[in-house]
């Protein structure tokens, strides 16, 4: 048995929201398949995906996150530093696509935690 953690360090470290103990995503990470997800949780046999296009929703989050960072990455830059907005998209645009697969697996993470409840008979 272990100690149950919060949901906040659940999303961070990709686990299941419902046993917080199995994988959300495979691992070893690689960039041919990024967004691949188990079909079910390797302990509590949660499904990972309740229904076809179950995270197209996961997209909006995704959309909100990246623009409430990049709008305060710009308001930095040009605000901040005094940067041209030619060199602030710049950044901006190499920071979306470094950061692309992390905000898309942070994305279906927060998605799924909204559907799927802590549920302790399954540790
Ligand atoms: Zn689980």
């Excluded at 409430?68 to 605000?79: D, N």
């Amino acid at each position: 048995m272990h100690q149950r953690r919060s949901t906040f360090s659940n999303i961070i470290k990709k686990k299941c929201p419902r046993c917080q103990q199995g994988d959300l995503f495979l691992k070893p990470f690689n960039y041919k398949d990024a967004l691949a997800m188990p079909d079910h949780c390797s302990h509590c046999n949660q499904k990972f995906e309740p229904e076809p296009g179950y995270y197209y929703g996961a997209m909006f989050i995704s959309y909100i996150l990246s623009a409430f960072l990049f709008l305060g990455i710009a308001g930095v830059c040009i605000l901040g530093f005094g940067m041209s907005v030619n060199a602030t998209f710049a950044i901006i645009i190499s920071l979306g696509i470094v950061l692309f697969f992390y905000t898309a697996r942070i994305s279906r993470v927060l998605w799924i935690h909204t559907t799927v409840k802590y549920d302790a008979q399954y540790e």
